[in-house]
């Protein structure tokens, strides 16, 4: 792409019938060679996010909150974050599939036991920030989905 030419194909999908939108689909050596196959601020806030929870879990496992539940958190959130950095294609959905875990955290008032609920709250907020910036934001679908949303005029 660095010469005005694709290295790949563009694929364009199926319209929306409800939005009307339209994803076109691309290889990842196109996504790698493209400014906005790059990490910004905002993923490396979301990989700073789920390396903070991981270790906050980690914390809270090591200080008798033990269980299944608490070390498969560990494990899912650390994958995200490593998958994240390292750009690799599940990447997304593991990151919303931490934040769906940490909604379920507040749901069954598994994080009222800790006594800090102004916490939990905050930690749920981020959640749902990060979750609905990985299932909807431009960037990430182009890295983890490789697609984007066509913009208008036609795609052959």
């Known amino acids: 792409m660095s010469d005005g030419k694709p ?5 364009p999908g199926p319209v929306d019938p409800v939005s009307g939108q339209r994803w076109v ?8 060679k ?3 196959g790059r990490l910004n601020l905002a993923l490396y ?4 996010f789920f390396v903070a929870m991981a ?14 539940w608490f070390g498969l958190e560990i494990i899912i959130f650390g994958l995200a974050a490593v998958a994240l950095f390292f750009r690799v294609a599940p990447a997304a959905w593991l ?7 940490m909604l379920i955290d507040f749901a069954t008032g598994l994080k009222l036991v800790w006594g800090v609920q102004i916490w939990a709250i905050a930690e749920v907020i981020a959640a749902l920030v990060v979750g609905f910036y990985l299932l909807t934001g431009a960037r990430p679908n182009l890295i983890y989905r490789h697609r984007y949303l066509m913009e208008g005029g036609d795609v052959s």
């Open 7 to 11: 290295d790949g194909q563009f694929t």
């Open 25 to 32: 689909y691309v290889t990842p050596q196109m996504v790698g």
């Open 34 to 36: 493209h400014p906005q």
């Open 45 to 48: 806030g979301v990989i700073l």
């Open 55 to 68: 270790a906050w879990r980690f914390v809270l496992w090591a200080y008798g909150f033990s269980g299944v």
């Open 95 to 101: 990151g919303i599939a931490s934040c769906a875990m």
